[in-house]
């Protein structure tokens, strides 16, 4: 049976010879997320022929594969057959998740229709924005949104800063006050030791990451990543709920200061949260890019 080993930080090279090719969409197939994750959800890896298999959990502690990188054409047939029966043998409840769209079409091509269940997990589909809609918020959709950046930047005193080494202990103490303002636990912990190990590794890892101080404190962070020429990805959004207009100061700003050379700016999904999923509505993303589920 295939060796599978757990994911360590000095698998960035490894991972990003069979990543960086690819042009992917969402946001699980960048080693960040990967890395910073694979504790949460037991990220495991092994390569078979020259292509890469990726182990992973679900949040409800069902482990799938993810989309096998690295693939030929003419091998893809020979890949999913062999995952198949490893899928058997390992007992697992779905054979793959997190899959793109492009992957799904080249599956159906060689397979024909029917012989897999194909179905979109929306609880993960990802949330797409345009970079000048967010930099800018302008036009009727955003006004709310600007209105409370404006009152933001007239009644308060702040400072923006990049997240360097001497930051990195204040940020966890700051994630460490928010998670437990909103009750630590479930997802929110796992987050949380998701944003101690980014932080912990920032020297290994390729983000960019900025804080607000709000008259002395340090009242907001963020960190994201440009993944390839059209996306950068924000991993990470933690400001006081208190203060208004922070959340839409640090999300406007963040993207002026780094991220206006490429067009598009994704967001992760809402992992079917309500709140959350309204939250990421109403900025009005140009698309969802879908997931899918493969059995």
């Known amino acids: 049976m295939l060796e599978f080993k757990p994911l360590t930080i000095n698998d960035k090279d490894l991972f990003d010879k069979y990543l960086k ?6 946001c699980e197939y960048s080693f960040t997320n990967l890395f910073i994750w694979r504790k949460a959800l037991d990220i495991q890896y092994a390569l078979y022929k020259d292509v890469l298999i990726i182990l992973k959990s679900d949040f409800e502690g069902e482990l799938h594969f993810m989309q096998p990188i690295g693939y030929k054409r003419e091998n893809l047939e020979e890949i ?7 899928k058997s043998q390992l007992g697992l409840p779905h054979l793959f998740k997190d899959v793109e769209e492009w992957f799904v079409e080249e599956l159906t091509s060689v397979y024909g229709e029917g012989k897999f269940a194909i179905s979109e997990d929306r609880d993960n589909f990802d949330y797409i924005y345009e970079s000048k809609a967010l930099s800018s918020l302008s036009g009727k959709k955003l006004h709310k ?19 360097t080494s001497e930051l990195i202990q204040p940020c966890i103490k700051s994630a460490r006050e928010w998670c437990h ?11 949380l ?19 607000v101080y ?3 404190k340090l009242s907001a962070f963020t960190i994201g990543e440009k993944i390839n020429e059209n996306m950068a990805i924000i991993h990470i959004e933690k400001a006081d709920p208190d203060i208004r ?22 967001r992760e999904q809402d992992l079917g949260i309500e709140g959350l999923r309204q939250a990421k509505l109403t900025y009005v993303p140009i698309k969802l890019a879908k997931k899918f589920t493969i059995d």
């Open 145 to 163: 949104k600007k209105n409370h950046y404006n009152y933001f930047i007239k009644n308060y005193n702040y400072e923006v800063a990049p997240i």
């Open 193 to 211: 030791r998701s944003i101690e190990e980014m932080l912990r590794n920032s020297s290994n890892l390729d983000f960019i990451g900025m804080v």
């Open 21 to 26: 090719p690819y042009i992917f969409e969402t």
């Open 245 to 266: 207009g922070l959340y839409n100061f640090i999300n406007k700003t963040f993207i002026e200061d780094h991220f206006m050379e490429v067009p598009y700016i994704n």
């Open 214 to 216: 709000v008259e002395g």
């Open 80 to 86: 999913i057959n062999f995952l198949i029966e490893l």
């Open 181 to 191: 303002k909103h009750v630590c636990k479930g997802y929110l912990l796992y987050e």
